[in-house]
């Protein structure tokens, strides 16, 4: 994986080492042609991996339902397997994977090293070209071997799809718990598929919209501790927070630009208007960028930085306009029936993500940058703010359903769609870097 590139790399906590494990360069007769309009999942084969007991069951586990939650395989019920691998390290049989139409094979094992870490491997099989596609080793404490299977997932999808993964990534979001007129609020965080959550705020002031780094385990949310809002920075890891300023006209929170230098973010100003703001981190000078008698809101950066993309009912209705990051060059790029709201930029650069209220029903589309080519991915009666995976192929945005807000994903063909697991109402995802 392109992230790694040491021998031995120290992310957070965990140890992961690297060694290949004879890849061969030869071309792979298996591959998903992701930019095709009808993708067919592929069928794959992943084992249990050999040594570990239930933690090497528990590994493939999350390696299956990653690869399956993407919508582009199909993992095969093991309960059609013929061969029992016994030996990970050793060529399987691969006419006992093509009799059950497995297309590809994972194989793997797990084991503990003599100071306490748990050491995991896995390989990839071309089961019809009988051959081995990619192959890793990596070395983690007990407390991080989900992010281990998220990363072998990873490895994964990227060999046999071109593109990069984004299991290995977290999700920060609102908890949201109680009666409908008195909801807890809590921000917190979680991995992309719903495990491991911890709480970053206590619940006695209400918080909204976080927004990450994008190339920092950080965020920024609001919080109205004092009764007024105010915008904080706060460090995941390490918990220390920052306060960047007081923002009692704030309509839209901010966003960081691509070099986590700055954010943007709407402000009501006395003149009455709602106007876009630059604010610069270290020095906090803040430059403005709309000046227009109407409501301009919801800014959100391209990911080279050059441009903005905003929402603003000058036109006599909300709709998506583009902006250079200067504040020039204002254009409208919708023209659809309808109500437009909370414009992201893909982080490949190519659509933008939106929110469209039409005919009493909300919906979550994507659009070019230009404002063609809009498609309508998910509606609901009630759902809003997408936020984009890194790589740029799935959504999640939440849904009112049964009383309260929670979770849902997309990806761009708009024809996988699935839930995301919380334990309460949850709302306002916003989706992380890959970890690193």
Known sequence: MKRFFATLLMIGT????????????????????????????????????????????????????????????????KSAFIEKISNPDASPRFDDWKVINAQALVTGSVGKEADGRIRAQYRLWDTFAGQQLSGEQFFANDANTRRVAHIIADAIYERLTGEKGYFDTRVVFIDESGAKNARKKRLAIMDQDGANVRYLSDGRAIVLTPRFSPNRQEITYMSYESGQPKVYLLQIETGQRELVGNFPGMTFAPRFSPDGQKVIMSLLRDDGNSNIFAMHLRSRATTRLTNSAAIDTSPSYSPDGSKVVFTSDRGGRAQIYVMGADGSGQTRISFGDGVYSTPVWSPRGDLIAFTKQTGGEFQIGVMRTDGSGERILSTGFQQEGPTWAPNGRVLMFFRDSNGGPKLVSVDLTGRNEQPIPTANFASDPAWSPLLE
């Not at 061969?24 to 009808?38: F, M, Q, T």
């Open 14 to 77: 965990v140890a992961i080492g690297l060694s290949g494990l004879a890849t061969l360069p030869a071309k792979a007769l298996v591959e998903i042609d992701v930019n095709k309009g009808n993708i067919e999942p592929l069928p794959i084969a992943i084992t249990d991996f050999q040594g570990g007991d239930a933690l090497g069951a528990e590994i493939s586990g999350i390696v299956s339902a990653d690869l399956k939650r993407s919508g582009l395989f199909a993992p095969i019920d």
